[in-house]
């Protein structure tokens, strides 16, 4: 278990740039979420998946944020245009999503975002 | 989805024990309840979850109202390795989480 890698740690870009962040879950975890968490803030959920379908989406998640997880395993959130406000830290968790529907999440540790 | 309340920041000495109450008084009946916590610059960390009754691990125990709108992670001996924020949230069918603000734990030797 190498668990939730997350890349790359920190990303710095000028507002307007588009910006991709991937998520490597932890092998054979069938879910897999997105999270952005903001200073002082507790995570704030975005989207998650089942396998390679996306689920559902938070009405946090503007027409500029799109994710992907093709093939059911790793995962990729882009970012398109973006503005000062989407400067965050953004978390990738995953779980095995099998039998109860309680397991845990995984957290990776996050890829932190600065728009200047 | 169900929101939880929790107080800001707590405050315990090194091995004493340490009860973090959180309140969710809106939580649906199949909806369980999760505690993860959060060192700086880290991902939150599982730490215990439950759906009605108390639970127990290595790391901490859970204890839920009979009514499950409030419940008490205990930290049996504080350490200050257990520094951290602790968030108690809840989780729905599909194992999303809605996180709250969190406690801020400080412990002091």
Known sequence: ?116 | DAKTTQPNSMESNEEEPVHLPCNHSTISGTDYIHWYRQLPSQGPEYVIHGLTSNVNNRMASLAIAEDRKSSTLILHRATLRDAAVYYCTTSDSWGKLQFGAGTQVVVTP
């Open chain 1, 1 to 116: 278990d190498t668990g939730v890698s997350q890349n790359p740690r920190h990303k710095i870009t000028k507002r307007g740039q588009n910006v991709t962040f991937r998520c490597d879950p932890i092998s054979e975890h069938n879910r897999l979420y997105w999270y952005r968490q903001t200073l002082g803030q507790g995570p704030e959920f975005l989207t998650y998946f089942q396998n390679e379908a996306q689920l559902e989406k938070s009405r946090l998640l503007s027409d500029r944020f799109s994710a992907e997880r093709p093939k059911g395993s790793f995962s990729t959130l882009e970012i398109q245009r973006t503005e000062q406000g989407d400067s965050a830290m953004y978390l990738c968790a995953s779980s095995t999503g099998q039998g109860s529907y309680n397991s845990p999440l995984h957290f990776g540790n996050g890829t932190r975002l600065t728009v200047t």
